[in-house]
């Protein structure tokens, strides 16, 4: 079973955890870190970019906050792939944001991994191409 | 307590009949709010003598190799660098989108890929943690996550380089491969 749908498109029925995914991202993203907490289990690690680990959704928070500006996804697209007792779902999409300095960014390829069980997300791996901008002598950031 | 009932032509592999009920149960616990545990299918197998369609004896169609077989053979090959047999895996249109900024690196030829590497490192081998399938229609999404490790330009070794590969699979052929990766970040890192 896979739902591929425009995420930012209200209406469309997606897969019942993509929509746990969905809404855990949209809170990340105002940021509301307690908010997206509600979504997680005790157990919860997320690991992201460069293999740092947290244990709550105020990990992320602190590191974008020293990354970035502010940072937005565009969310194209989830993945769902049913698993024995857990679904593995993926959100596809880009950033866009500003860098610390104010340059504004958009179409910074991003994928989002997460493992949910019984309604809660337990895991959450992050890749994304802020590394490439970052170390990109042509891109501009002052 | 859905229950799905399908006739198949008797002939098709354990492990095929399997793959489909797996889909079936799955098709089932998506749509309908039934715990796992309820959803049951069955196969009636008949014999070849006793399916008729359109006047016409038939025989079992073909099954198709798992998506997830095709994507890791496709791996191995081009970590060996079999751009020959690699090829056989993808579809004409095949794309390649690999890490860069402003949505991607897109390439289209698996040259294209030796060349992009060619200044990056002497070689990547992947440990693989997980393989994942997502389904819809005729198009299976195929995901592989683990780590990259291998040598730099230098000749150090490097390990633990996060990766993750997303492929589109259709008709036992690639069409599309989105790479994400740690590589830079560990390559920028001294050794």
Do not use: C
Request: charged letters at 30%.
């Amino acid at each position: 079973m896979s739902v591929q749908s425009l995420a930012n498109a209200p209406d469309y029925r997606i897969h019942d955890d993509a929509e746990i995914v969905r809404r855990y991202l949209e809170t990340s993203m105002i940021p509301d870190p307690e908010g997206a907490a509600a979504f997680v289990a005790p157990e919860f690690v997320v690991t992201f970019t460069g293999g740092r680990d947290f244990d709550h959704p105020r990990g992320p928070t602190a590191f974008n906050a020293a990354r970035y500006k502010w940072v937005k996804k565009r969310m194209d697209r989830f993945d769902v792939a049913p698993g024995n007792g857990e679904t593995v779902v993926y959100s596809i999409g880009t950033l866009y944001g500003e860098w610390p300095d104010g340059t504004p960014f958009k179409d910074n390829r991003y994928v989002d991994r997460f493992v949910v069980r019984n309604g809660k997300i337990v895991k959450m791996d992050v890749w994304n191409d802020s590394a490439e901008w970052i170390l990109d002598p042509s891109v501009s950031r002052s | 307590m859905p229950i799905v009932r399908t006739t198949l032509i008797r002939g098709y592999s354990e492990e095929v009949r399997v793959r489909l009920a797996e889909r079936l149960t799955d098709a089932v616990a998506a749509t309908l709010k039934a715990p796992l545990d309820a959803v049951t299918v069955a196969f009636d197998e008949v014999d070849a003598t006793n399916y008729m369609r359109g006047r016409v004896p038939r025989t079992p169609g073909e099954a198709l190799r798992p998506a997830s077989d095709i994507v890791l053979q496709f791996l191995r090959l081009m970590e060996d660098r079999d751009l020959e047999a690699a090829r056989s895996h993808v579809h004409p249109d095949f794309t390649m989108v690999f890490p860069g900024p402003r949505n991607g690196t897109a390439l289209t030829k698996l040259e294209e890929l030796v060349a992009f590497a060619a200044p990056r490192y002497r070689f990547v081998r992947k440990t693989i943690e997980t393989v994942d399938e997502s389904y819809r229609g005729t198009i299976t999404t195929v995901f592989v996550t683990g780590t990259l490790n291998g040598e730099r330009l230098d000749g150090s070794p490097f390990e633990g380089a996060r990766f993750i590969d997303r492929f589109e699979v259709e008709a036992e052929r690639i069409r599309r491969q989105d790479v994400w990766n740690d590589l830079s970040l560990t390559l920028a890192s001294a050794p």
